[in-house]
């Protein structure tokens, strides 16, 4: 054979991006030392996954439109305890069951938990050290933590071996929490920091999530976020996700989901801050007759950049699911959108629809898209479809014809392509907040 | 699929019979020697010996692409033989009557008029067999248009100037890994020159025919229409059985300048491999067409039902203001076929507008997946794409797959895309039933109508051909 096989050159570039995950994931560990969680056997297992990856580059097809090569040049240490006094709350939603962290760390002055014998809603440091925590939560907790499909990804294995305490939410079953259960997340100062959520919903459980991502400042942070959903059967969860970090912040995020026969699960993920963010949302089937519904918006200006990525894996008969990604660019903004969906053959009878649309309102702007159908089972409905345009200018002069300036009509429609979104959130308080959050952005 | 529509067995593949003709083989393997003996075999002029070398150069530093959506094992580079030419006397041909008799009756029982009492139908042909072009028809009728069409290594003893100004200009020597290696290696294939405002009076052909059984086919085709000239050109294929896998790296260059209009329309038929996967073609093509010129238009169609791998992008590089990019395939999968084919459409001048009309078929175990994309470039204003990828499929051991990627840098760009899966209903086939038609009759009607709006691109005799081709590829999979 006269073609040699060519031995790849490791670059430079290579070397440094080797370099560095190691250096988050010396970071990662040292973080979980300080911790006193004992998951040695996980964080061990998580080390040696991280171990086998290297640094995503434009190489990788996971990551081939969002560059994270600006992070190699920051070298984020640990995140210690904020310092700062102020009262982490959610303004927008008003809950009796709100657990909030500052750079990872609870903190439990602005924290309000249950622990009862059907509901816990507390960070898994204060749960080990009480006497509600009884052998057959621990197995609980145990078996699911860190237990879902996609574990191996480097970014989830690095918060998976990094992350300094667990927000859990366990419902047994039957139980029904009317109020939504809040997250609440921020961050101050240059580290990184790696959140970790767990919420478990048993057998006809059903409860609404609201996680909030926000930061104070302008320092350049990283933050990474897993958060793992397990619906047992017929279990319902909505979840709420709003990420408005600070300008400076790389975040990195994943959702799992796996969904049992019967349950319900619907993610509203709406991306406004941060330099960088990233949204994995996962959903496993294990369990025929589930429903799915997946809805996100990002409204990004300036050099923000918003990639979400979407697996749905359907493995079992009858279930349906929608999504419908909505992204805004102005500026120089970059929208990133891979949603996939995979039919297995034993999926037959799957109603599957998928919407991606894009909107541009700026010549700098830059939308990458890839919708993805997978499909082995031959009797299933599934579709998808794609957009990208700008505002259309009959639409503007048709409100123009009723007196309604350029300017106002541009606002009003830019406001109504959100707000399909917006309207998907059950809670009013939060809707509301939304709007003049989005009102105030097409200013 | 339930009762009444299964994938069972395909047609027997009815091209797959051997032709016994002596023929004149280079040894296996590849080297820059090997390069070289290629070149001088040929009798070729420096510039092309220097193309082949580049790119063999090249090709010796690239690697093989691992993300088509298809599963083979290693191709042995060296247990190819990379030229092999019908053993004929030294001297020219002067008429089809010198050709070798055995070839006139292989093409003869494929259907394909080369001889002189069949060129009734109005369609000028260049056949090219294993590696070599073995005749063309109608020359001086289209000489006298001011038409070019010949093999395109007469051409580049006849036209170097026009070889040598368009010859990897679509297509970089290493654009890609079996570009590079067609670039270094490619026999023959055709050349087609449309000189300035004509419009061409015939339509073009060319049959590729593969019968050696350890040959590689590489054939390189290249288009050029002049300024406000236009022209229809069909390209078919087959090769004989053989429970080896062969490997076909052609590439298609289309330049079309001003106002020029270029149509060109494939029917694959190469062989898949019999019904456990065993054998067949590994097709991996590079084509692509410059719309070069304002208002320049480039349109494939193509009709893919061969070969055992499908690895096949039909590109279409929109740099003129107000040029036009059409697509339009069907591909159809049975039993261990993979197909991963689509389009690339790239969007660099203003106005330019492209369509992608994609419907897909799988049967049996195969798979069958479109990939595409659609790129706007910052500079692009008023772009517009509209994409449509149908799949259906026949049975639940046959997969579909999706992979369209739709990168836009302009904000006065429209791209639309979408895409969707089905089955042959159990009504539709009742409806039918009514009507006294059988479920075979009422399949093969369905899956001519899932594929008309494709079909309808083609040339009337093509069109015909592909829906007879459906029809026999998937016979049996009703019952």
Redesign the interface.
Known sequence: ????I?TTNVSASAVNRATYLKHLLTQASAAADESTLPLKALRDQAIATVSDHTFPSGRD?EWR?TDLSDMLSLPFQRAAKGTDAHQLAFSAVQSDYQLASLNGHYRSSDSKTLKQAGVVVAPLSELLQSPDYTQKLEAIVSSRLAQLQGAEEVFTALNTAGFTDVMVVWLAADQVIEEPVCVVRESEGEAIAHLRTLVIAERHAKLTLVESFSGTGEATRCNTSVTEIWLAEGAQVNHVRLQDESAETFHIAKTAVDQAANSRYQCTAIDLGAKLSRHHLEVYQSGPQTDTHMYGLSALGDRQLADTHSLLTLIHPHSSATQIQKNIVDDKAHAVFNGKVFVA?TA?LTDAAQLNR?L???????????????????????????????LQPDEVFYLQSRGISAEQAQRLLLYGFAMEIVEKISIESLRQSLSDRLTEWAQ | MSSSVQSVVSQPYKYGFVTDIESDSLPRGLSEDVVRAISAKKNEPQFMLDFRLKAYRRWLTMEEPAWPNVKYPPIDYDDIVYYSAPKQSEKKLDSLDDVDPALLETFDKLGISINEQKRLANVAVDVVFDSVSIATTFKEDLAKHGVIFCSISEAIHEHPELVKKYLGTVIPTGDNYFAALNSAVFSDGSFVYIPKGVKCPMDLSTYFRMNNGDTGQFERTLIVAEEGSSVTYLEGCTAPMYDTNQLHAAIVELVALDNAEIKYSTVQNWFAGDENGKGGIYNFVTKRGLCKGVNSKISWTQVETGSAITWKYPSCVLVGDNSVGEFYSVALTNNYQQADTGTKMVHVGNNTRSTIISKGISAGKSKNSYRGLVQVNPKAEGARNYSQCDSMLLGDTSNANTFPYIQVQNSTAQVEHEASTSKIGEDQLFYFAQRGISPEDAVSMIISGFCRDVFNELPMEFAAEADKLLSLKLENSVG
């Open positions: 054979m006269t073609k040699s060519s097809e439109f053959q037959q894009n541009m309102l700026s010549n700098k702007a830059r939308i990458d898209t890839k919708p993805e159908l997978d499909i082995v089972a031959d009797n299933v409905k599934c579709a998808h479809g794609a957009t990208v345009s700008q």
